[in-house]
């Protein structure tokens, strides 16, 4: 099972992006488990959580980003997203995403995301 992440890169202030984080291996049902999450790590700066989802649809976000970033799923797809809008300097970070399957916790890779002013 791995998660592959995608959708970062370059992109001006008030710009959007969608990260992408698919399940590639894993089975339907062990997806649809959850919870799903973001996370971000900026340059000198600890990781933090961005973005949560449980699998009864609550939804969590820092302040930071409420009303900005929204996190989804297509479980078909066995992905799950992080639409962002408004984007702000103080957004750019490497992005990850992580979802519990099997009993445990696995991560994407990252992807990076950087916001020009």
């Known amino acids: 099972v791995q998660l592959q992440a995608s959708g970062g890169g370059l992109v001006q202030a008030g710009g959007t992006l969608r990260l992408s984080c698919r399940a590639s291996?894993?089975?339907?049902?062990?997806?649809?488990?959850?919870?799903w999450e973001w996370y971000r790590q900026a340059p000198g700066k600890q990781r933090e959580l961005v973005a949560s989802?449980?699998?009864?649809?609550?939804?969590t976000y820092i302040d930071d980003v409420k009303g900005r970033f929204t996190i989804s799923r297509d479980n078909a797809k066995k992905t799950v997203y992080l639409q962002m809008n408004s984007l702000k300097p103080e957004d750019t970070a490497v992005y990850y995403c992580?979802?519990?399957?099997?009993?445990?916790?696995?991560w994407g890779r990252g992807t990076l995301v950087t916001v020009s002013s």
């Open positions: 989802m449980t699998s009864g649809g609550s939804q």
């Open positions: 291996g894993a089975i339907l049902s062990e997806f649809n488990s959850g919870p």
């Open positions: 992580k979802i519990f399957m099997y009993s445990s916790n696995y």
